[in-house]
Nanobody
Framework: QRQVVESGGGSVQAGGSLRLSCSVS????????VGWFRQAPGKEREAVVI????????HYADSVKGRFTVSEDNEKHTVYLLMDNLEPDDSAMYYC???????????????????????????WGQGTQVTVFS
């Protein structure tokens, strides 16, 4: 059974950092797509970063480039999201998702791919809250 479990949310002052963890299980192969998404109250779910595991490509949303960094530990089947220089607008419920394929090159080439990518992920975690206060 494929499962996705996030952890690591919390409250932090603007300018601070948090690291989220996403544990993925049930995939019998090492290469799959993992995405970090967020959704604030009254807003649509948007992708923060997509990573194709086992040394594949990464794609960051424009809003987090230079501030957020994704990494993976293949042995632990875990993907991390290090969030630096957090801003109040980063406050949201953060979700991790996994899929055998995820978004293809065509979608990722779109100017606002982060608004559509969630449609390509099948397995979702329960979410973890991130609150950034000024």
């Amino acid at each position: 059974q494929r499962q996705v479990v996030e952890s690591g949310g919390g409250s932090v002052q603007a300018g601070g950092s948090l690291r989220l963890s996403c544990s993925v299980s049930g995939f019998s192969y090492s290469h799959y797509a993992v995405g970090w998404f967020r959704q604030a109250p009254g807003k649509e779910r948007e992708a923060v970063v997509i990573i194709h595991t086992d040394g594949g490509s990464t794609h960051y949303a424009d809003s987090v480039k230079g501030r957020f960094t994704v990494s993976e530990d293949n042995e632990k089947h875990t993907v991390y999201l290090l969030m630096d220089n957090l801003e109040p607008d980063d406050s949201a419920m953060y979700y991790c998702a996994a899929d055998p394929e995820g978004p293809g090159p065509g979608m990722l080439a779109g100017l606002t791919w982060w608004t559509e990518a969630h449609k390509t992920f099948l397995y979702w975690g329960q979410g973890t809250q991130v609150t950034v206060f000024s």
